[in-house]
């Protein structure tokens, strides 16, 4: 299983990168919000998810999971969500000033 997971935040590292180092702002953006999911998943990956029961003292005597990686990662994605949705509207306001999400254009019109 951590196997797979490891194989899949490699891939979305790849396509988050790949989007980052594109002109199109949106595709900027998406490569972000792709870049901070496989960080999610990186961390749940090195947490051990699946490994352990509930934490509940009756339920099992064995190893209980971890519970704070989760919280984190839980923490994590309302954090980026929000970011995403701050960046969405930042490329909103730009493209209104500038009529253009390509990023070679908008640093002509601010050069200008």
């Known amino acids: 299983m951590e196997f797979h997971m490891t194989i899949l935040v490699g891939i979305l590292v790849t396509v988050a990168v790949y989007l ?8 900027i953006i998406l490569g972000t919000a792709v870049l901070s999911h496989a960080v ?43 970011t995403t949705a701050l960046l969405l509207v930042l490329a909103y306001r730009t493209y209104e000033e500038s009529g253009s999400d390509n990023m070679n254009t908008i640093r002509r019109i601010d050069r200008e």
Do not use: C, K, W
């Open 20 to 27: 980052l180092l594109s002109r199109n702002m949106v595709r």
């Open 40 to 82: 999610h998943l990186l961390i749940i990956t090195m947490a051990g998810a699946g490994e352990g029961s509930v934490p509940l003292l009756r339920e099992s005597d064995g190893p209980y999971a971890d519970a704070l990686p989760q919280a984190l990662i839980l923490t994590a994605i309302v954090i980026s969500f929000a």
